[in-house]
């Protein structure tokens, strides 16, 4: 597998009046051709502004790029001027935004807005773009595209609007799709049309994608893999059966124990204390030490590394460290464990006989 | 005193009425819930769920039917007193924890605002000192009533709302949408308290949620929407076990859960309304398919329900 995208302990602050705001403190991944990439954390963990920060679309005067580097086909993002950026932007790499309702200009007609990075990027005459633009329409599932073309944002529905963001964003065959929560603004129904549109696109484009979200049951159906953040950091990343079923961060099993799951009755629902760290004055250790049960002496003192878990999983606590106590996760991680293979919990299904 | 604190009896909510431009966001909808109970209700937006919540508190005035409270018709022409009374008895709290708190007033006004409404408190102390309590009861402290609402986290300002309901003592509270506009860990904070609330003090709830699984999780019954009409009704556990509309079946399944293994397999139904094939003289109504388990469906359906029914 190639990697399409690295990302290389990029931090980030915005200078604000409050002071320096430290939004992206050391984040690492990469991305792979033709995988989706979810990446989950609650608002403020730094998930936007990692995905912006690849678009360049912070403003520049308030945001500053401290450190790392953000490797596109070899090429590092942070360094390259404004000019050069504006020929990869929504060529190479497109997003969908989150509010199908703001990300559209109103005084446009739909066929115009997806025209326009066709014109912009791709030596095409109005009439062949416009013929692409119909295409990408009933890609889409647009119906009577030729007549639809004409019309402006408000005469859509709120699923409709999103298919024409992502026909935008699909536009130019980009090779990374960021998608930061296109379906949080969707019903459940419209959602899980949206999600198997884009699951379709990527098999018939290859296209690597982004996959903002802090819904976990989103990412648990479009993920190949899932990186948690936290307080600015990758707090655990790993495939999407690893993070699901042995997750080792105790953060990611605060989130999975919050959900509610559809079978387990009556029981108090596990909510993780307190609010996310103030990024002004970010801890000194373990963002997530505070709000966390088995937060230990070490936690408060020293940021944790990256502990190998396996070759694709790795997880930032000193729980993992030889010396660190071994602790009992929540008993509804431990029912997750169970059905892992490797996982300390793992129980063998002997079929029938539970 | 009956068991039904509210009874909704055949209540229609038209806009625009007898225009061409006529919205039948509520469409004879008829259901009840019982003193101390959980009613959620769900459907897509724009199926009518909020306007039947607004409706219920008499946000908008109903085109025709009733809703009962205690026995008494909430859209009745009444008098100063027995109005005042029965806005102090049902509270609302609103989906949007940005929009719904006044930016220019302190926290202490805005949670006092019915109190002062209602002359619950008498002089300053009294009512500081309620505000407190009712800070500390839904998990804030002193010191924030003093701050303006651009001070608080989405979580906190959802506590606000909540303080600012509870304030008056109220039966009956209508969340609408309470949680959707906040972040998953701080949701689970947020439904964990109004439960508490829930048993504390005895309230009834009705909660509008777009959010299946929080609504099973929080709910005894749930009434479940489209378009306008109710479409089936039965209790929480029944109703995810075995849905039975074609609509509640479609919603069910479109529902992802954090459970990869699963995900791969989900098979999502469509729901076309034009499937139900119903004839021009069948008449489609409300029936009682199993025990408390009422679905809108044709006499045939129903034949069909029972059969299948296990």
Same mark, same amino acid.
């Given at each position: ?81 404004? $000019? !050069?950026? +504006? *020929?990869?932007?929504?060529?190479? @790499?497109?997003? =969908?935004?989150? %509010?199908?309702?703001?990300?559209? /200009? ?82 459940v129904t ?8 884009? $699951? !379709?696109? +990527? *098999?018939?484009?290859?296209?690597? @994608?982004?996959? =903002?979200?802090? %819904?976990?049951?989103?990412?648990? /159906? ?39 799951s559809m079978d387990l009755e009556d ?88 | 005193?009956?068991d039904n ?23 004879d909808i008829s259901f009840t819930i019982k003193?101390?109970e959980t009613f959620g209700l769900v459907g ?168 299946l699984s929080?609504v099973k999780y929080?709910s005894d019954r749930i009434g479940v929407m489209y378009f306008?009409k109710l479409v089936e009704v039965a209790p929480a556990d029944e109703l995810y076990r075995n849905p039975m509309h074609a609509y509640t079946k479609s919603l069910l399944s479109a529902i992802?859960l954090?459970?990869?293994?699963y995900?791969?397999s989900r098979v999502r139904h469509p729901y076309n309304p034009k499937d139900h094939k119903y004839g021009?003289?069948e008449k489609v109504e409300f029936r009682e398919v199993a025990p408390e388990h009422f679905v809108l469906c044709s006499e045939k359906e129903l034949a069909e329900m029972q059969a299948t029914y296990v």
């Amino acid at each position: 597998m190639t990697n399409i995208l690295e990302v290389k302990d990029l931090e980030l602050s915005f200078h604000t009046f409050a002071g320096e705001v430290k939004a992206i403190r050391g984040v690492n991944f990469d991305l792979q051709k033709g995988e989706t990439l979810a990446i989950v954390g609650e608002s403020g963990s730094g998930k936007s502004v990692t995905t912006k920060s690849i678009m360049r679309l912070l403003p520049e005067s308030s945001a500053e790029y401290k450190n790392g580097e953000i490797l596109f086909e070899g090429r590092d993002l942070t360094k390259i001027s404004e $000019k !050069d950026m +504006q *020929k990869i932007r929504g060529k190479d @790499i497109s997003m =969908i935004f989150q %509010d199908p309702m703001t990300s559209l /200009n109103p005084t446009m007609t739909i066929g115009r807005q997806i025209m326009e990075p066709i014109l912009k990027h791709q030596k095409l005459n109005k009439s062949a773009a416009r013929k692409k633009t119909i295409e990408l329409l009933n890609l889409v599932g647009i119906p009577n595209a030729e007549n639809r073309y004409k019309m402006y944002p408000h005469q859509f529905s709120g699923g409709q609007r999103q298919r024409i963001v992502i026909a935008i964003a699909l536009a130019c065959n980009p090779k990374v799709l960021i998608a930061d929560e296109p379906t949080t603004a969707l019903d459940v129904t419209i959602q899980a049309q949206i999600l198997e549109l884009m $699951k !379709d696109i +990527q *098999k018939k484009t290859d296209t690597s @994608i982004i996959f =903002i979200t802090h %819904d976990l049951g989103v990412v648990a /159906n479009v993920a190949d893999r899932v990186a948690v953040m936290y307080g600015g950091r990758i707090v655990e990343i790993g495939t999407v059966d690893e993070i699901f079923y042995n997750p080792q961060h105790p953060y990611t099993w605060g989130l999975l124990s919050s959900m509610p799951s559809m079978d387990l009755e009556d029981q108090k629902l596990y909510a993780i204390p307190g609010t996310p760290p103030d990024l002004l004055n970010p801890p000194k250790g373990d963002a997530f030490a505070l709000r966390s049960e088995y937060a230990m002496k070490i936690d408060m003192e020293r940021q944790p590394p990256f502990f190998k878990v396996s070759d694709t999983h790795y997880a930032a606590t000193w729980l993992l460290h030889s010396q660190a106590p071994q602790v009992e996760p929540p008993a509804l991680i431990i029912e997750r464990m169970k059905t892992f293979k490797g996982s300390r919990y793992y129980v063998e299904q002997t079929g029938g006989t539970v | 005193m009956s068991d039904n604190l509210i009874e909704v009896r055949n209540l229609k909510q038209y806009f625009n009425a007898g225009k061409s431009t006529e919205v039948r966001a509520i469409d004879d909808i008829s259901f009840t819930i019982k003193r101390g109970e959980t009613f959620g209700l769900v459907g897509e937006s724009g199926c009518g769920k909020s306007t039947t919540g607004r409706t219920m508190i008499r946000l908008y005035d109903a085109t025709a039917g009733q809703v009962l409270y205690n026995g008494v018709d909430v859209h009745a022409p009444k008098t100063k007193k027995e109005n005042h009374e029965l806005n102090r008895k049902m509270q609302m709290i609103f989906q949007d924890p940005y929009a719904s708190l006044n930016p220019r007033m302190k926290v202490l006004d805005i949670i006092a605002e019915g109190l002062d409404i209602h002359g619950l408190v008498k002089g300053k102390t009294d009512r500081k000192q309620r505000v407190i309590d009712l800070l500390e009861i839904v998990g804030l402290n002193r010191e924030h009533a003093e701050r303006y609402p651009h001070e608080f986290s989405g979580g906190q300002r959802q506590r606000i709302g909540i303080a600012r309901a509870l304030a008056v003592e109220p039966e009956f509270i209508i969340a609408d949408e309470p949680i959707s506009a906040l972040d998953v860990s701080i949701q689970a904070q947020v439904v964990n308290l109004l439960k508490e609330l829930q048993e504390e003090k005895g309230l009834t709830y009705l909660f509008i949620a777009h959010d299946l699984s929080m609504v099973k999780y929080i709910s005894d019954r749930i009434g479940v929407m489209y378009f306008g009409k109710l479409v089936e009704v039965a209790p929480a556990d029944e109703l995810y076990r075995n849905p039975m509309h074609a609509y509640t079946k479609s919603l069910l399944s479109a529902i992802p859960l954090p459970d990869p293994i699963y995900e791969r397999s989900r098979v999502r139904h469509p729901y076309n309304p034009k499937d139900h094939k119903y004839g021009p003289d069948e008449k489609v109504e409300f029936r009682e398919v199993a025990p408390e388990h009422f679905v809108l469906c044709s006499e045939k359906e129903l034949a069909e329900m029972q059969a299948t029914y296990v």
